[in-house]
């Protein structure tokens, strides 16, 4: 004889969703034992039927009400095991088990960010796919100017909407050019980024890193451009005896331009940037080129250089890594070989701060 106390209790204490799940097919399955009660009632006389009909609903009801809540239960349960199971530990050390690295160029990069947000400048980027007008007339060098032709560029098939050849940026100048056709002066930005030239051996890749400098205000002249430089350059090697050399030279996009060479010393085969001196000792290495911005190119900008100067430089990312960090040869730098990695690059923490020491 079918028990409703019984079949109740055997509900509440299902111990799983599974042997719940048991419970609700002995009870209220196609062959249940509630359903062949609730079958029954059809073979029953009306008077029969008219008692026993309201108790087997009554099963059904209270047998659902159960299941129902047993199973409400049941899967609380296993959500709260769950997240038992999977909890975090928020408070270990996040470098207990350190993975991965920043590679070295990206921590130049946030190294200069930082150097040169004390002094004012904002970050400023460009894409890397630029047309021909940014990326060579606008600097001031036309169509028929050597430059050109030294830049090895990357060209594409098709030419943009507006008939501009496009092409693989070689350098980060043409960011100067959208700087100055987007924002008023006084401007004080960098501009790190890839530039891609058709060029490949231990020191040249196809593609490298370059970081831009551009300053527009009024009354700029280049002791701005040489203080700058220094104070960068001291920041950087995180040494004071930085010493540099301003030789005259020649870029489209400056007049004057300057070539900047900085004093070093040849230890154990490497080059340690800082001090100079007339001894065997010492040498100069050319490092960045710059100037003063060319009149053209601020007109070129829509601005005008009556009313605005500034000065502006370029240097290879690379370049200075490999300097102050040691390595060799460039093509290192682009093979993705983890143990190269391992050894040159960068905790994810180790974030640069001019007060906790730009490299530590
Ligand atoms: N764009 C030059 C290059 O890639 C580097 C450069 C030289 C940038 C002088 C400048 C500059 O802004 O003033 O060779």
Redesign the pocket.
Known sequence: MFDINQAILAIDHAETLDALEALRVQFLGKNGEITLLMKKLGQMTQDERSSFGPLFNGYQREANAAIASRKTALESAVLDARLANERIDMTLPADAAPKGSIHPVSQVMDELAEIFADMGFAVATGPEIEDDWRNFTALNIPETHPARAMHDTFYFPDKDAEGRAMLLR????PV?IRTMMSQQPPIRIIAPGR?YRSDSDATHTPMFH?V???VIDRGIHMGHLKWTLETFLKAYFERDDIVLRLRPSY?P??EP?AEVDVGYKQEKGRRIVGGHGDDDAHAWMEL????MVNRRVIANCGLDPDEWQGF???VGVDRLAMLKYGMDDLRAFFDGDLRWLAHYGFGALSVPTLSGGISA
């Open positions: 070689t350098h980060t100048s100067q530039v370059q831009e400098g551009l870029f996009f400056t331009s960045l080129g710059s100037g502006a430089f370029g």
